[in-house]
């Protein structure tokens, strides 16, 4: 189960990278 929050912050934070970098 920890494992699967992790990868869901991941992409959260992923995203909002990609956001700010466009």
Same mark, same amino acid.
């Given at each position: 189960?920890?494992? !699967? $929050? &992790? /990868?869901l912050?991941?992409? &959260?934070? $992923?995203? /909002? !990278?990609l956001?700010? $970098?466009?």
């Amino acid at each position: 189960m920890n494992g !699967h $929050i &992790a /990868k869901l912050t991941d992409e &959260a934070v $992923i995203r /909002k !990278h990609l956001e700010q $970098i466009f």
